[in-house]
C-alpha cells in the first residue's frame, strides 16, 4: 500500500496512541507462564503483539481478546503443551527472543520457532548462546545465528552473564529461562535497557531484583497473576511529538502515554536540540511512569546521541534523523550499530530515503550524520517494510516542500494501526 502525505498544516489538538508494545507482548508472553488469569487492559492489537497471542495459543494458553481487554489463562511455569506445529512469530523479534528463553526450560517439549523473511535474518545466536551455556537444547540455522529455532526444553543450571550488547530482548529472555533454572542467576547489560520484564515480574512476585546493571534472579515456584493497565506507547508517540515539534505553528497534547525512563531518552535528545515539551502530571500506573506529554514547534539544533543514551532511545533513532534535517548544525548519532539488525537495517534505510527528499545524510559504520537544516523536496520513498522507518519518513513529509509518497507503508500496522488517520485528524 502506497499511502501519499500532503505537506504543510499545523498539527494540533489532543490524542492518545495504542498500548504499549514491549508491555503487550510480555503481558501475553509472562501471563502465558502465571499461575492463572491475567488482565492487560489498553493492549496493544499490532501485528507483532498478535503473533505473541497466536504463538501462546498454539502452546495451549487460552487468551481471550475482549474489546480493550485481554485476557491470559496462565497454565504456570512450566506448564505449557508441547506445539503441534511450527510457530510463526511473524516479524517480531519479541516474540521469537522472548520465548525461547520460556521454552528452553520446558521440559521434554520440543518446539520450531521462525517467522517471516525479515525475522529470518535477525541475530539469534545473542539468545541461544547464553540458553546453551543453562544447558538448553537449542538451535539455529547458520550455526545458531539465525532463525528458524529448534528447541528441546530442558532443566536449566543457572548463568552468570555479562551481554555483550545492550538488548532488553536478551535480558528478558535470560530472565525468564533463569526463573525456570535450578540455580540463581546473575544477568548484567553493558548498559541501561529498557527493564518492563523486571517490573513485571517483580509484581507477579518473583525472586529477582536489580543492582546497578546486574539483575539477579532465583529460581522461582510459580508466579502470580496480574491486572495490567498498559499506557500509550512512547516509540509511537514519539512520532506525533516529533511531527508537532517540526512543523511550525504546532502545539499537540499527548495523554497517557508511558514515560519509564528507560524508554523516553528522546526527550533527552530533544532537550538538548531545544524542542519544546513538557511532561505533565506524571503517575505510577501498574508499576510504569505514565504522564501527559505537550509538544510545541520552535527553533532545534543538532546534537551527539552516543553511549549510554542510545539504548534508551533505540527504536526513536531513525525518527531522530528526520529531527536533524530541520535543526541548525550536525546531528550525529554514533555506538548505534544495533540498528542495522532491527526490522531493517535502519542505518542504509534511513540515510537511503532521507537523501531521496534532498537530506545531508551520511552513513556511519554505528549510526549517521546529518546536517541541517536542509530544505527537503517531495518524491517517492519506501519504507523498506519497516514500520518505525515509515512513520519516520512520514513525519518528514510533514516538512517536505511537496508531496512525499510512502511504498509499502501498510508495515505501520506491526506497531501503530490508524498511525496514517490519527496523523491527518491532527493536522489543520
Ligand atoms: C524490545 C527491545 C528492543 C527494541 C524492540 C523491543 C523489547 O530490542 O528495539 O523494538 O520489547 O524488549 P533489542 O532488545 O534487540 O534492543
Given amino acids: 500500500m502506497n499511502v501519499t502525505v500532503e505537506p504543510g498544516r499545523r498539527v494540533r489538538g489532543e490524542a ?8 503487550t507482548h510480555r503481558a501475553v508472553l509472562i501471563g502465558a507462564i502465571c499461575d492463572g488469569v491475567s488482565r ?4 496493544l492489537p499490532a501485528q507483532d503483539c498478535l503473533a505473541s497471542i497466536r504463538a501462546v495459543r498454539q502452546l495451549g494458553v487460552t487468551v481471550e481478546e475482549r474489546g480493550a481487554e485481554l485476557v491470559v489463562h496462565g497454565l504456570g511455569l512450566h506448564g505449557m503443551t508441547e506445539p503441534d506445529d511450527v510457530i510463526d512469530c511473524g516479524g517480531s523479534g519479541t516474540t521469537i527472543r522472548l520465548l525461547c528463553g520460556i521454552l528452553a526450560g520446558q521440559v521434554g517439549k520440543a518446539a520450531f520457532l521462525t517467522g517471516n523473511e525479515a525475522l529470518r535474518r535477525r541475530p539469534m545466536r545473542r539468545i541461544l548462546e547464553p540458553l546453551q551455556e543453562m544447558g538448553a ?58 527493564d518492563h520484564t523486571e517490573r513485571m515480574l517483580v509484581a507477579m512476585g518473583a525472586p529477582l531484583r536489580t543492582e546497578n546493571r546486574t539483575v539477579l534472579v532465583q529460581p522461582a515456584t510459580r508466579l502470580e497473576p496480574i ?6 506507547d512512547f516509540s509511537s508517540a514519539a512520532f506525533l511529538l516529533a511531527a508537532a515539534w517540526l512543523v511550525p505553528g504546532s502545539e499537540l497534547l499527548l495523554r497517557n502515554i508511558g514515560v519509564n525512563p528507560t524508554r523516553t531518552g528522546l526527550l533527552e535528545i530533544a532537550r538538548r536540540m531545544g524542542a519544546g515539551f513538557l511532561v505533565e502530571e506524571e503517575k505510577l500506573v501498574c508499576q510504569e511512569e505514565v504522564a501527559s506529554l505537550v509538544a510545541w514547534s520552535q527553533p532545534l539544533r543538532g546534537t551527539l546521541v ?8 533505540i527504536d526513536e533513532l531513525p525518527l531522530v534523523a528526520v529531527l536533524g534535517t530541520q535543526a541548525e548544525g550536525e546531528t550525529v548519532v554514533r555506538d ?25 545524510i551520511d552513513e556511519l559504520p554505528d549510526g549517521f ?31 517536505a516542500q511537496g508531496p512525499v509518497t510512502i511504498e509499502a507503508a501498510e508495515c505501520v500496522a506491526d506497531s501503530f494501526p490508524g498511525f496514517f488517520a490519527l496523523l491527518e485528524s491532527l493536522r489543520c
Avoid: F, W
Fill in 306 to 313: 552516543n553511549g549510554e543514551l542510545v539504548p534508551l532511545s
Fill in 40 to 43: 492487560a487492559c489498553g493492549y
Fill in 137 to 194: 537444547a537449542v538451535i539455529g540455522r547458520s550455526s545458531d545465528q539465525l532463525p528458524p529455532v529448534a528447541i528441546r526444553g530442558a532443566a536449566l543450571r543457572g548463568l552468570r552473564y555479562t551481554m555483550p550488547v545492550a538488548s532488553a530482548q536478551v535480558k528478558s529472555a535470560l530472565l525468564l529461562a533463569g526463573l525456570l533454572a535450578s540455580e540463581p542467576s546473575e544477568i548484567s547489560e553493558p548498559a541501561r535497557t529498557r
Fill in 369 to 399: 550524520a546529518v546536517r541541517g537544516p536542509t530544505p527537503l523536496r517531495g518524491g517517492t520513498v519506501n519504507s523498506h517494510h519497516d514500520h518505525r522507518l515509515a512513520m519516520a519518513l512520514a513525519v518528514a513529509a510533514l516538512v
Fill in 227 to 232: 491486572d495490567l493497565h498498559i499506557p500509550g
Fill in 336 to 360: 548505534a550499530a544495533e540498528l542495522r539488525v532491527k526490522e531493517s537495517d535502519r542505518i542504509a534505510a534511513i540515510a537511503t530515503e532521507l537523501r531521496k527528499l534532498g537530506a545531508a
Fill in 16 to 23: 492518545t496512541v495504542p498500548g504499549d508494545k514491549s508491555i
